[in-house]
């Protein structure tokens, strides 16, 4: 008989082991649960909402059809505000970070960094999207939490996770202590342990990057595409090349199987297109834990200090082996 873990069990039995790991964080990593559960039924009744949505600006229950990520964003923003244990959000969808009144007196000393609905574009063809979130301690002592609060490089996450709306809905995080993965089973409306202790593999055969931007990529990242489209059985070359175009799932495959994924500067864009506070920091705090690296092409993700609470940042993520070779020819071929 194999004995499930529900992740309630699985956050207390880690805050037994683990001094840092504060009953308020595990309030917070089950208040996060909580949305992700409430989240993953709208996503998964999305073409329907969409369909009665196009209809008018109301759905079946009269209520006013709201855009996904937007519903996603506000579901979580509830929960931290009536949970009590975050002092503040930055979010993808505010320009500027929101502060909570501590109503309770609880004195949060937390606070989060999300993206709550990533390639929401990708739902209207059925894609695979994610949630993906930073928790940090607050700088600042009392009172309204600061900029600095939001600004904090990613080697200071105190956890950091992602929610997967896929084939099934997982929810992948780490406190600092390895990697775990949880598979939502509708049945009983809970997140069980199915991907304990995650290690990414030390390399892959599975390249993720956006082809179309080739002509726009700088020299050393051409080669890097070059070598991965070479045949090299020794090294498993020609690797293939998946792109699905939502971070979280390109990643999620990478961190399974091996890879990497890149979302390299442009022409267009010299910073790339991906968020370092509350997406690539994430992300780049769960593949480290797991044994992986990701990197700007030179310097970690994690150790980049924020200037401000959108910036973008190039980022090289996945099996390290492979991220290494790529800044070998990103470093080579600097002009
Ligand atoms: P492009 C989704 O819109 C997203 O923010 C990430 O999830 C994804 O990796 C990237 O953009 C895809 O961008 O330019 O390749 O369509």
């Not at 209809?55 to 209520?63: D, L």
């Not at 705090?285 to 609470?309: C, H, M, S, W, Y």
């Amino acid at each position: 008989m194999i004995k499930v873990t529900a992740l309630p069990e699985f956050i207390i039995q880690r805050e037994e082991e683990h001094t840092e790991l504060t009953a308020p964080l595990s309030t917070l990593l089950r208040d996060i649960s909580l949305s992700a559960k409430i989240v993953n039924r709208e996503v998964n009744k999305a073409g329907l909402v969409d369909i009665l949505g196009s209809a008018g600006t109301t759905n079946v229950q009269g209520e006013m059809v709201q855009k996904l990520d937007k519903f996603a964003n506000e579901r979580f923003i509830a929960a931290f505000q009536t949970g009590g244990e975050c002092c503040g959000i930055a979010s993808e969808e505010y320009e500027d970070f929101l502060c909570f009144e501590d109503h309770l007196g609880m004195h949060p000393k937390y606070l989060v960094t999300m993206d709550p609905l990533d390639g929401s574009s990708n739902i209207d063809v059925n894609v695979s999207v994610g949630t993906i979130f930073s928790i940090y301690s607050r700088l600042s002592e009392s009172g309204l939490c600061t900029p600095e609060d939001f600004l904090q490089p990613g080697t200071e996450q105190v956890a950091a996770g992602y929610v997967i709306y896929g084939s099934s809905t997982m929810l992948v995080y780490t406190t600092g202590h390895g990697v775990n993965g949880f598979t939502l089973d509708p049945s009983i409306g809970e997140f069980c342990l199915s991907h304990p202790d995650i290690k990414i593999p030390k390399t892959g055969k599975i390249y993720s990057v956006n082809q179309g931007n080739y002509d726009l990529f700088e020299e050393g990242v051409k080669r890097y595409i070059d070598y991965c489209h070479e045949s090299d059985p020794e090294t498993n070359r020609p690797y293939s090349h998946r792109y699905i175009g939502s971070m979280v799932a390109d990643i999620h495959r990478s961190l399974i199987k091996g890879g990497i994924f890149f979302y390299p500067a442009t022409k267009v864009s010299p910073r790339g297109k991906l968020r370092l506070v509350y997406e690539c920091n994430p992300m780049a705090f769960i593949v480290e834990q797991a044994g992986g690296r990701a990197t700007d092409g030179k310097n970690r993700i994690v150790e980049l200090k924020p200037n401000g609470l959108h910036d973008r940042v190039p980022i090289f993520i996945g099996s390290p082996d492979m991220v290494l070779k790529a800044e070998e020819l990103v470093q080579k071929h600097k002009p």
